[in-house]
């Protein structure tokens, strides 16, 4: 059974930063999409980054480009963080390829989330 479990939220200020954790149980498959999404309060859920298991590509969204950086192990750093970061962040897994961050509906594991809180 594969389990996810993301850790390392927080209330944070803005412009500090953040690691976020995503501890990985049990087989998923040979190359598989490892990647964080988030939800904003009334917000829909969006893709933040992916990593692949296999070759380490990255893929990172607008919102996270060039602050966030996910590690090889899953790990998300969250730099520079801004108020309008603050969600509940999920890991993700995708047992399947895919180029580019899947939708929501595209991951075939969820992990319980992580509050991340930005205060101005």
């Known amino acids: 059974e594969v389990q996810l479990q993301a850790s390392g939220g927080g209330l944070v200020q803005a412009g500090r930063s953040l690691r976020l954790s995503c501890a990985v149980s049990g087989f998923i498959s040979d190359d598989y999409l490892l990647c964080w999404f988030r939800q904003a309060p009334g917000k829909e859920r969006e893709g933040v980054s992916c990593?692949?298991?296999a070759d380490h590509t990255t893929y990172y969204a607008f919102s996270g480009e060039g602050r966030f950086t996910i590690s090889s192990t899953g790990d998300l750093q969250m730099n520079s963080l801004k108020p309008e970061d603050t969600a509940v962040y999920y890991c993700?897994?995708?047992?399947?390829?895919?180029?580019?961050?899947?939708?929501?509906?595209?991951?075939?594991?969820w992990g319980k989330g992580t509050l991340v809180t930005v205060s101005s």
């Open positions: 990593i692949s298991s």
């Open positions: 993700a897994a995708r047992s399947s390829w895919f180029r580019g961050i899947p939708p929501p509906g595209g991951m075939d594991y």
